[in-house]
Structures are given as C-alpha cells and as structure tokens.
C-alpha cells in the first residue's frame, strides 16, 4: 500500500525506499525486517491459553496439564469421559475462533524451523469413533523426542499391512513467519490437538508426543490438512520518525478453519509451488501409502543398518 500513501507519491519505487531505511544490502534483508514488523504484531495480540490460568493448570490436582497433555499424558488422554474438559470445550466455543492464540512453551513445540507440526493419536475413547484411523505408522525416531519418551536414544520401526491405525492431522505455515497462517499457528494447534480430543481422538503414539514440530512427530503415510486464517486480517504499521522505529497492530478479521487437502501438496504451496528443502522435507515426513520402504531404509541406513521391506508396503 506505500504506492497509495500520499507520503510516497513521487517515490518511484517502495522496495529501494525500504532499502534505505532497513540499511539494507540484499532483499531479503528488506522482507526479514518486515516479517520481525509483523511477528511484533501477533506477539502483542497474542492470548496465551496454554497458561496456567487457562489450559496450563488442572484446578483439581495443580498439575501442569497442558505439558503432560502434549507429552501424552494427563487425565485429558486416559479419562473415559468428557468430563474433565469443561475448560477445552468453553475455549473451543469462546476465544479459539475470536482470538489470536499464543503459541505454547513446550519442547515439542520449540524451533518449528520447517514451518510445520503434527498431532497423531492412537486411541479414540468414543463409540462410534468420531475420527477415523487415517495412517499408518513407519517409524518412530525416539532420539528427535527424547524429551517426551524420557529415553535419550532409539527407535521403532512399524510394518505396514494397509491398514490405518493412527489418526494424524497436520497443519503448516512455512518458512514466512509474517503470514497469517503463522501468526494463526497457536489456533491450528488448538483445533488438531484439543479440539479433536472432544470428539474422542487421544494418546500418543509411543515413544513421541501427541502433537509436536514435524521433526519431531512419527514418520507417517498420510495426515488430514487443516489450515486455520483470516483472510481479512490486516496489520497496521505506523512510523516513528523520531525513534527511528515501527509499530504495528493487528486487526484480526475473522479466524476461518479448512479443510487444505494434502498436507505435502499445501506446504509446497505455502512455499511458492517449488521444491524446495523444506518441502522435500515435508514429503519425507508424510510419505503417502507405499512409502514408509524407502522411507524407512534411508533412516535405518543412516545408522548403518538394512531395511528388509519383507511383510510390509
């Protein structure tokens, strides 16, 4: 919009504008001070629901009930019944679609550098199951969760018979953290790790946590897509010509929850549409039905070991 500001009618070119007053010397110098301008936003309007005075303390037993939900644990995942989640479900139907949430301070959650995570559970405690079983499992990378599994190194591998076992739905937000998809990221996790655990889907798959950092989540045939935004969402930056700085404020428009298909086919999207390191990543994580072999044989090979494929995909 700096074409359209009264203050830039005679400058020619907004971009080398931006250069001059980021002091910078490539552009992509220009759009990290930008996204830092964004991110500041999202910071200050961020609610941190994960805390202790929302979902972060178990009024009855004073533990902290988020992290051991994340790491598997908690009467959240074993509890028979609903009813010790009154506090999810008023969440669920109050700020999660009104409020921009924080991103929580847990270890599996910490340093998404892909711009991407998972959550993958084992069980469902309702009948009829509300979320169908919609992977299967290729292997468990205990060393990358080591902090969830309280185990410092190992591994499990899966045999794949086509029959899907675990849940998983995954979201993503890619590498800008300025987008609205990644100031919208607490949300997402919110609807694939919380919300879902309403409808019945619970528990880890072992030796990893319930939801975590891509790199850190099970290797996995396929996970549903979810994409939380707001497309009419605006961030407002002003100047401060005698500190020298920005402000910026978010506006948020209406939060929306969608299904975005294929999980690999919507990071490389978020990516430009090309292949890049990350997204090849992100196809090696979420491997579709025939891929755990080869999946599987490169991490074993890493530890020099031999994969027989026998019995499996």
Same mark, same amino acid.
């Given at each position: !919009?700096?074409?359209?500001?009264?203050?830039?009618?005679? !400058?020619?070119?907004?971009?080398?504008?931006?250069?001059?007053? $980021?002091?910078?010397?490539?552009?992509?110098?220009?759009?990290?001070?930008?996204? !830092?301008?964004?991110?500041?936003?999202?910071?200050?309007?961020?609610?941190?629901?994960?805390?202790?005075?929302?979902?972060?303390?178990?009024?009855?037993?004073?533990? #902290?009930?988020?992290?051991?939900?994340?790491?598997?644990?908690?009467?959240?995942?074993?509890?028979?019944?609903?009813?010790?989640?009154?506090?999810?479900?008023?969440?669920?139907?109050?700020?999660?679609?009104?409020?921009?949430?924080?991103?929580?301070?847990?270890?599996?959650?910490?340093?998404?550098?892909?711009?991407?995570?998972? /959550? /993958?559970?084992?069980?469902?405690?309702?009948?009829?199951?509300?979320?169908?079983?919609?992977?299967?499992? /290729?292997?468990?990378?205990?060393?990358?969760? !080591?902090?969830?599994?309280?185990?410092?190194?190992?591994?499990?591998?899966?045999? #794949?018979?086509?029959?899907?076992?675990?849940?998983?739905?995954?979201?993503?937000?890619?590498?800008?953290?300025?987008?609205? #998809?990644? @100031?919208?990221?607490?949300?997402?996790?919110? #609807?694939?790790?919380?919300?879902?655990?309403?409808?019945?889907?619970?528990?880890?798959?072992?030796?990893?946590?319930? /939801?975590?950092?891509?790199?850190?989540?099970?290797?996995?045939?396929?996970?549903?897509?979810?994409?939380?935004?707001?497309?009419?969402?605006?961030?407002?930056?002003? $100047?401060?010509?005698?500190?020298?700085?920005?402000?910026?404020?978010?506006?948020?428009?209406?939060? %929306?929850?969608?299904?975005?298909?294929?999980?690999?086919?919507?990071?490389?999207?978020?990516?430009?549409?090309?292949?890049?390191?990350?997204?090849?990543?992100?196809?090696?994580?979420?491997?579709?039905?025939?891929?755990?072999?080869?999946?599987?044989?490169?991490?074993?090979?890493?530890?020099?070991?031999? $994969? %027989? @494929?026998?019995?499996?995909?």
């Amino acid at each position: !919009k700096m074409e359209a500001t009264a203050a830039c009618a005679n !400058k020619s070119d907004p971009l080398l504008e931006l250069f001059s007053l $980021f002091d910078a010397t490539e552009e992509m110098d220009v759009y990290s001070n930008i996204e !830092k301008v964004c991110t500041g936003a999202y910071k200050l309007s961020g609610y941190d629901v994960y805390d202790e005075g929302t979902l972060g303390m178990d009024a009855a037993t004073e533990r #902290q009930i988020t992290a051991e939900y994340l790491d598997g644990g908690s009467v959240w995942n074993y509890a028979n019944s609903n009813d010790d989640t009154a506090t999810i479900e008023r969440v669920a139907s109050t700020v999660a679609t009104s409020r921009l949430l924080a991103w929580p301070d847990h270890h599996a959650l910490e340093h998404c550098d892909i711009g991407a995570a998972m /959550c /993958c559970s084992a069980v469902s405690r309702t009948d009829p199951v509300a979320n169908d079983p919609n992977a299967e499992v /290729c292997y468990v990378d205990i060393k990358a969760s !080591k902090r969830t599994a309280r185990v410092r190194d190992g591994y499990s591998i899966y045999t #794949q018979d086509q029959a899907n076992d675990v849940y998983c739905e995954a979201f993503a937000w890619g590498t800008d953290g300025g987008s609205m #998809q990644s @100031a919208l990221k607490g949300n997402a996790l919110f #609807q694939a790790g919380f919300a879902n655990m309403l409808d019945g889907s619970v528990e880890q798959i072992p030796g990893a946590p319930l /939801c975590g950092c891509l790199d850190r989540m099970p290797v996995v045939t396929n996970a549903k897509c979810t994409q939380v935004t707001s497309t009419d969402s605006t961030v407002n930056v002003t $100047f401060n010509k005698s500190l020298g700085v920005f402000d910026s404020s978010l506006d948020l428009g209406t939060i %929306s929850t969608s299904d975005c298909g294929n999980i690999v086919d919507h990071y490389k999207a978020l990516e430009g549409g090309e292949d890049t390191p990350e997204s090849l990543y992100v196809a090696g994580r979420v491997v579709g039905a025939t891929g755990c072999t080869e999946a599987t044989t490169s991490f074993l090979s890493s530890k020099g070991l031999e $994969f %027989s @494929a026998t019995g499996t995909d």
